[in-house]
């Protein structure tokens, strides 16, 4: 019998306070050495193991020493790109751990008559096949698998793994339904265990032909909205499978490098003070000893101005009360008196759609087309042309050319031009 | 076709115009005829032809004998045109006067004038409208004309459309042919249960050949093929009133449903399911009862494992969670929506058309309160074998459902209904005359034909026989949105899609490992 990790949204970097930066690393060591004393026979992460494609220098050095002892044990290290450390020109930090052969990039293919064909890479120890599709930017990875070659997968022989990182359609938790995604039909049937990554949210499913789609979640939190998953009782983790020519056990190793606290509170037919006052009182009951506590203040008060309720003053309390660290979550937080721009979301796309389609029409436009959910939808297809790179072998004339093309067709204005 | 003159008025009433048809003036069933009047003309319509003859009718039979038995063989009338001849009856459907005005005619065209056969100029006045839908060309008789017949999407949806046919006539052809013109359009989302999977094109040429259909359609099945969505609902998506009166509950379990979704709201199902204890509140034979019920509509149980399984696949704990959302969502960006209930049992199609259109129709209603309505594209609910949800004795038994409730109110929403059904008549008549569009396809019944013509936007009282003969792919539109029941071919929908496929550009994609 067999084992190997899985672990998705490391997100090594992710974290800029140093507790939380701490916190980070602790739990990225935890699941290494897990690893190791369950001797593991090679591990996967399914992409966003860096929070960046360069990350902080420290927090890589940090996680390669680690890295280094899974490598020592003799457990090979296979990871795709996500779309935080994904580099469209192979000058990632993946890549460059990918040279020095202390993690080994499973993504490897090209385009044979407009279909894609994967190379499969073979553990040489248990003889498990491992493929993979990385994750890119704003879900660009799509495109690959929407002409990838599974035909030539499905017909690969022996345990079969298939890593990548993307949402699935079926799968997102129904506050990310309009994040990117793919829908499981683009996935190769017959995979023994679709190892995936980019939700944060535990997951574990199956479809008639893909049986068992498997997402960790992140290892400790990559964004706010994990920890304030974490403070309200995610467990945190990844998965040890085990396997001889097929999966035996698929089970779930929690991760817990400290306790957290959640508390929401909702500031609705109360003025800013009233409001600061009962909150910094309740706040100051709480358990906070050696937890992370995260705060959620929502709703819309009845005078004053939001900046009144403090975050920094919350903090001082809670740390002053023993937290290890408070995280503020004041996205929900209004005030009749005004109304600020609000910026919440898992990624940039998801920010960029809600902020467009929230402030269009502040601007001011006689074009109907420029117009409500219609002057977002073209504000957004534009910015998803103007993010297209120069494919490797374009030359920069040819490049210019199709970007302003395209962007003219998106516009409507091929008359016009 | 030449301007030629066909006949003349003879005699008649307003409604029943008589015409002597001139000799070859092939005049049938359904022709659109011209009658010139000073200041404008008037279109008309025939609807039934007879034979009319100078000669007495003895001498007629006498004739006819001695032919028959040889005894004359070249016997003939004398000046035949002109003793023998065909008396159409004709109706006035619309008067169009000199400078583009329509009106419904209110009085007889002239007495004794000649009528000819209209022309593609003599409908000048069908244009094409914004957010057109396309239904066909204009037909004349059996006689295509070069005109085409587009309606306003977005006042033909909302105000809900009923395609009554009988099987064969063209329905699903109809329909493939509206969608794939309307594709593109962002001011309309439409949502489609195809119980017979006919729409996508999962064998051969379906709206997924559409140049817009990778930004502009989403399909939906249990049998995704590559690049579609499996069709996978989680349980916790589900509320009690997106049952009502899509299946029947008695009040015992009504309360018992109450009782499990105030206490574990969104695992209220699985609850039931896992037959979770709540104490004397529900008897356990209804908890039992519920838990039958609940696998019979959506096929969910228990395994040997304790864990809830879903035997069509379409119900799910673990996954599911955003279909709906994005569902809704993609409508309400003027998506396309089709969703292959072919392998589902009756009640669980209903039931999902039940959870997104309530999904919808509830934010359509936010909307309006918010005064934003304006700006949403309007979105129609296609579904088939409209009684199931829409008949009188099911609204009897059940009680409204969310689609009679569109059916009745839904205008003020902006949300619609396409209803397709075979059995007009078992359709209150209330909800048929909301249907302000009807698109009337062939139908032998003649209760069926009856319900039609009593709920149409125009008077098709002498109608029956045209519709009657109406072949495969001709129908006739009436709606409040046409200016008069306009005759149409409906084109076959290979043949209609012929000019707008193109061969894909194959790019070679750089993989980015």
Not at chain 1, 103 to 122: A, M, N, S
Not at chain 2, 130 to 159: A, C, I, Q, W
Not at chain 2, 450 to 475: N, P
Request: charged share 30%; net charge negative; with cysteine.
């Amino acid at each position: 019998m067999f084992k190997f990790a899985h672990l998705g949204d490391c997100h090594i970097g992710a974290n800029r306070d140093p507790v939380l930066e701490k916190l980070e690393l602790a739990a990225f060591r935890k699941a290494m050495d897990l690893c190791v004393q369950e001797k593991v026979d090679f591990v996967i992460i399914a992409g966003d193991l860096f929070h960046a494609n360069l990350p902080d220098m420290y927090v890589a050095n940090e996680a390669v020493k680690k890295m280094k002892e899974v490598k020592d044990a003799d457990i090979p290290i296979y990871v795709i790109y996500g779309s935080h450390d994904y580099s469209p020109n192979g000058t990632s930090i993946i890549d460059i751990l990918d040279s020095t052969g202390l993690i080994e990039k499973i993504v490897k293919g090209e385009d044979i008559d407009g279909k894609l064909k994967l190379e499969v890479f073979t553990d040489p120890k248990t003889k498990a096949k491992l493929v993979g599709i990385s994750g890119r930017k704003a879900g660009l990875e799509k495109n690959f698998f929407e002409i990838l070659d599974r035909e030539h997968l499905e017909k690969e022989q022996g345990f079969k793994i298939f890593a990548f990182h993307s949402a699935i359609s079926e799968l997102k938790p129904d506050f990310l339904a309009q994040m990117e995604s793919i829908p499981v039909s683009l996935l190769p049937k017959g995979f023994d265990y679709y190892a995936s990554g980019h939700v944060h949210r535990r997951n574990e499913s199956g479809f008639p032909g893909h049986e068992r789609i498997v997402f960790p979640g992140a290892l400790f939190a990559g964004y706010s909205r994990d920890l304030e998953d974490n403070a309200k009782g995610e467990k945190r983790g990844f998965y040890i499978v085990s396997f001889d020519d097929k999966v035996e056990e698929v089970k779930f190793h929690e991760v817990s490098v400290c306790e957290f606290e959640y508390f929401e509170y909702d500031v609705s037919n109360k003025n800013s003070m009233q409001a600061k006052k009962d909150l910094l009182e309740k706040l100051g009951r709480i358990e906070a000893e050696d937890k992370i506590v995260v705060v959620k203040i929502r709703g819309e008060l009845s005078g004053g101005k939001t900046s009144e309720i403090s975050s920094s003053e919350i903090k001082e309390l809670l740390k002053e009360n023993g937290a290890l660290e408070a995280v503020i979550n004041r996205f929900g937080l209004t005030s009749k008196e005004y109304v600020s721009i609000k910026a919440m979301g898992e990624d940039i796309p998801t920010i960029e759609n809600r902020l467009l389609r929230e402030n269009i029409g502040a601007v001011k436009v006689s074009i109907e087309e420029l117009k409500g959910d219609k002057g977002a939808k073209l504000a957004l297809d534009l910015l998803k042309i103007l993010r297209q790179e120069q494919k490797l072998n374009e030359a920069k004339k040819d490049y210019v050319e199709r970007v302003q093309k395209h962007a003219i067709n998106t516009l409507g204005l091929e008359d016009e031009v | 076709m030449a301007l030629e003159v066909s006949g003349q008025i003879i005699a008649g009433k307003t409604g029943q115009i008589l015409v002597r048809e001139k000799a070859g003036g092939e005049i049938e069933i359904g022709d659109l005829l011209v009658a010139e009047e000073d200041g404008g003309y008037v279109v008309l319509q025939a609807y039934e032809l007879l034979y009319g003859s100078q000669v007495p009718q003895l001498v007629r039979e006498l004739l006819a004998g001695m032919k028959l038995e040889g005894m004359g063989a070249d016997l003939d009338f004398l000046e035949p045109q002109l003793r023998n001849y065909v008396i159409a009856q004709i109706k006035a459907v619309l008067w169009v006067s000199k400078d583009n005005e329509l009106k419904i005619p209110k009085t007889l065209p002239r007495f004794f004038s000649t009528i000819r056969h209209v022309s593609e100029k003599d409908l000048h006045f069908l244009t094409k409208p914004e957010n057109p839908v396309y239904l066909g060309k204009v037909r004349s008789g059996s006689k295509v004309l070069d005109v085409d017949v587009f309606v306003n999407g977005r006042d033909m949806l909302t105000h809900h459309v009923l395609v009554p046919a009988t099987t064969g006539r063209g329905k699903s052809n109809l329909v493939k042919v509206m969608l794939w013109s309307v594709l593109a359009q962002e001011g309309l989302g439409i949502l489609v249960l195809d119980p017979h999977d006919e729409y996508y094109g999962r064998h051969g040429k379906g709206l997924k050949d559409h140049s817009a259909a990778k930004q502009s359609l989403l399909y939906y099945s249990t049998n995704a093929i590559p690049g579609t969505n499996t069709l996978v609902i989680n349980l916790e998506s589900i509320r009690p009133s997106h049952f009502q009166g899509i299946v029947e509950f008695t009040d015992a379990q009504q309360d018992a449903i109450s009782m499990y979704f105030n206490r574990f709201k969104d695992k209220w199902i699985e609850s039931i399911v896992r037959g979770t204890d709540v104490g004397t509140a529900v008897a356990p034979r209804t908890l039992e009862v519920l838990k039958r019920k609940f696998d019979n509509v959506l096929g969910v149980y228990l395994d040997e494992d304790n864990n809830v399984q879903c035997r069509s696949g379409v119900f799910s704990d673990t996954a599911g969670s955003a279909t709906t959302k994005e569902i809704t969502k993609a409508l309400e960006n003027g998506k396309k929506v089709i969703i292959d209930t072919s392998r589902l049992l009756d009640e669980a199609e209903l039931l999902i058309g039940s959870i997104i259109s309530s999904g919808i129709f509830h934010r359509y209603q936010v909307y309006k309160s918010e005064g934003t309505l304006e700006e949403k594209p309007v979105i129609s609910v296609v579904i088939e074998e409209a009684p199931r949800v829409l008949g009188a004795d099911v609204l009897k038994e059940r009680g409204d459902n969310i689609y009679s409730t569109i059916a009745r109110e839904g205008r003020k929403f902006r949300v619609g209904l396409v209803a397709i059904t075979q059995l007009v008549s078992l359709i209150p008549r209330v909800i048929l005359a909301n249907m302000n569009t009807k698109i009337i396809l062939g139908n032998e019944l003649t209760t069926e034909r009856q319900a039609v013509m009593e709920s149409a936007a125009q008077d098709l009282s002498s109608d029956d026989r045209t519709i009657a003969s109406l072949d495969k792919g001709e129908a006739i539109v009436s709606s409040n949105f046409t200016k008069f029941a306009v005759p149409i071919q409906i084109p076959l929908f290979e043949k209609y899609i012929e000019d707008s496929l193109q061969p894909k550009e194959k790019n070679k994609t750089v993989f980015v490992g």
